[in-house]
């Protein structure tokens, strides 16, 4: 769970004044009855390609209808467009601003199962738990894999997956939709599939009558198709809009509606293919798609209008757990969830790598002493520069300098001291080989 750090004074001294704290959320709306994604401003775009074809459908086509069908039908016909409208943006709404299934965060990382105390000279160090990077559960009989997320401290649940987007872990994760600014999981799956849906349905209907109302021109005026084409523009760009529109959201919907079928979600059908394996959730097609719409939509495991207390803030600026290693330290560093390429420790990284970069080093340098703690077999305290290892002015997991890289932070001296080991390294094989020969 995203917490803000808590603000100056909060907590700290006897005699600060009260102030307010933040809400747990921050991107919510109406005081956290909408929750939305941090790329919702894509939502308004959405909104505009629904709302302007039929705006232009009711000024230029539907008007004219009114008046060619018999016993006021004509007006049914701008009704039905204009209340399957709000239908539409009533369901992209509630995909948009829904918790897709977030799973709060740990402030601290879970109970590790195993421990590796000993350091080459064979003596005993403190403490460097390492948490395994999977475990097994059994789902329906079948074993399935759950992977530890670095940035939630938490072991995910089956279906579950961070979304890099959001930066969340979100259960039954079925993908980040750009259209609607949210993430697709468990709590809104189902508005999503109706939204999409619906949408096919309103450009069928835009669509169809579009073409009704160029039939009655041709044959009232005794014209050929394309002239009767001619006499209405806006028919002929509403038309080509609809046709255009309705591949993309129907075959969206019929692609949804095989994995409705097979209970699949769109990240397991690319990442897993169920076709060549078991899938555990599969309960057959009536029982896939009741599950999906008959049964109760779970509560949100967050209290979005909670604000954050002052131990929650302060037990989040001191999350960084001594002795804690990462499962990523010491490994070629790749979200085998997200399906990323593992990137060897040589070469640069991305800003989601970086976080398992700075969640390693927090787990070496202890925060309170500003020295080394616990280090790896390569991080020994004699090979340490000075300012390392004293003072204050050493690694310090909040006071030293800090270089942003794509959104993420990393400790500039670590990474400075790295570089230099490693050019003194490579100059010392360079002599050694001279030597030699």
């Known amino acids: 769970m995203y917490v803000p750090p808590l603000p100056g ?18 991107e919510f709306f109406l005081q956290g009855r909408f929750i939305f994604g941090p790329d919702v401003r894509s939502v308004f775009l959405t ?9 232009a459908f009711c000024v230029f086509v539907g008007r004219h209808l009114m008046n060619d069908f018999p016993d006021s039908w004509g007006i049914s016909v701008m009704v039905v467009v204009v209340v ?3 239908y539409d943006l009533t369901l992209l709404l509630c995909t948009s601003g829904r918790d897709p299934g977030i799973i709060p965060r740990n402030t601290h990382p879970p109970e590790p199962e195993s421990i590796d105390g000993i350091n080459d000279s064979g003596s005993q160090t403190p403490q460097q738990f390492r948490l395994p990077r999977t475990k097994e559960v059994i789902v329906n009989g079948i074993s399935v894999r759950v992977k530890y997320c670095d940035t939630c401290m938490l072991y995910r649940p089956p279906r579950c997956s961070h979304c890099s987007i959001c930066n969340n872990c979100v259960e039954r994760f079925d993908h ?20 999409v849906f619906s949408t096919t349905l309103l450009c069928l209907y835009v669509f169809g009558f579009c073409w009704v109302y ?23 760009v509403l038309i080509i809009y609809c046709f255009l529109c309705v591949w993309f959201v129907g075959g969206l919907s019929v692609f949804h509606l095989y994995l409705m079928s097979t209970n699949q979600t769109t990240y397991e059908n690319f990442r897993y293919r169920y076709d060549r394996r078991d899938n555990p959730y599969n309960r057959g097609i009536l029982n896939n798609f009741l599950e999906i719409f008959c049964t109760a939509i779970p509560p949100s495991k967050n209290n979005f209008r909670a604000r954050v207390t002052v131990e929650q803030g302060l037990q989040q600026t001191r999350s960084q757990s001594r002795g804690f290693m990462s499962p990523n330290m010491g490994k070629p560093i790749g979200d085998l969830e997200m399906g990323r390429k593992p990137v060897p420790w ?30 790896s077999p390569d991080l020994s305290r004699d090979e340490l520069p000075v300012e390392f290892v004293e003072g204050r002015t050493g690694i310090h997991s909040r006071q030293s300098s800090w270089v942003r890289t794509g959104g993420e932070e990393i400790d500039a001296m670590a990474v400075q001291w790295a570089a230099e080991r490693a050019k003194a390294t490579a100059g010392g094989n360079s002599v050694a080989q001279n030597g030699t020969h």
């Open 47 to 55: 909104m505009f390609l629904i709302i302007a074809p039929v705006v």
């Open 214 to 236: 160029v039939i009655k021109i041709r044959d009232a005026e005794h014209l050929s198709i394309w002239k009767a084409l001619a006499k209405t523009p806006a028919s002929i």
């Open 9 to 26: 004074g909060a907590g700290g001294r006897d005699d600060a004044p009260a102030v307010e704290q933040p809400r747990v959320y921050q």
């Open 84 to 86: 399957f409208t709000v």
């Open 176 to 195: 980040h939709c750009p259209w609607v600014g949210q993430c697709i999981g468990l709590r809104n799956y189902r508005f999503f599939y109706m939204f």
């Open 346 to 375: 040589g070469e640069p990284r991305t800003a989601a790598d970086i976080r398992d970069l700075e969640a390693g080093l927090g787990g070496m340098f202890e925060e309170k002493e500003g020295r080394i703690a616990h280090a």
